[in-house]
Structure formats: C-alpha cells, structure tokens
C-alpha cells in the first residue's frame, strides 16, 4: 500500500510563491502521481501530473507556465513548485498515485487510488 504526506502548505500573499512537497512511501513500482486541488466548495481538480521517470509530465490549462512538477526518485519524493499565485489558487492539495498508469501521467481522478492527506494553500489578495 503507497503512504503518501504532503508538506509545504501556507499562507502566501497574491503572487507569491511556494514549493509542496509529497512524501511516498510503500511499494515503489512504476506509478505515476499528481497534484490536485480542491478549493472551497469545489470538486477536487487536476493540477499536473508526472510519470515514475519524471521524463513526461502533464498540466492543467490554468497552471502551465505558472507551476512546476518535478521529483526525486532517491528521496521518492514529488514537488509542485508554485510561483505568480493568485486567490482562486487557494484550497487543499492533494498529491496522489495511480498505481495502474505504467510508464505515462493521466489527469482522471477515477484513476488514483491512493491520496495523502492534503495541505493547505491560501492565497491572500
């Protein structure tokens, strides 16, 4: 069973910047994992994806340019590096792996199965 901890959450004023961090633990097969955002009263959605090797990575309209995913597989550990943000960026990210996807990313939620516990961005403006 993969354990995953988000970390790096916080308070940050409009156009801010900052770096979460998701820790893995458990089986360390070929997954893909991902970011997702669920804001205040809203359905949880996708932020960026990124497959095992790192070498393919996926984002939301929304977020490219602006965000950055990336990991460390030594660490097996998954960053989402945050700059320009803006209020409606405000929620609970959720990193996430989707222990079926081999080798590629996908941004279908229905297809992870295992989820941390959130940390809380907030975006002041």
């Known amino acids: 069973q993969v354990h995953l901890v988000e970390s790096g959450g916080g308070l940050v004023q409009d156009g801010g910047s900052l770096r979460l961090s998701c820790a893995a633990s458990g089986p360390t097969t070929n997954y893909a994992t991902a970011w997702f955002r669920q804001g205040p009263g809203k359905e949880r959605e996708f932020v960026a994806a990124?497959?095992?090797?790192?070498?393919?990575?996926n984002y939301a309209e929304s977020v490219k340019g602006r965000f950055t995913i990336s990991k460390d597989n030594a660490k097996i550990t998954m960053y989402l590096r945050m700059n320009r943000l803006k209020p409606e960026h405000t929620g609970t990210y959720y990193c996430?792996?989707?222990?079926?996807?081999?080798?590629?990313?996908?941004?279908?939620?229905?297809?992870?199965?295992?989820w941390g516990q959130g940390t809380q961005v907030t975006v002041s403006s």
């Open positions: 990124i497959s095992w090797s790192g070498q393919i990575t």
């Open positions: 996430e792996a989707a222990t079926a996807i081999i080798g590629g990313t996908t941004s279908n939620l229905n297809d992870y199965d295992y």
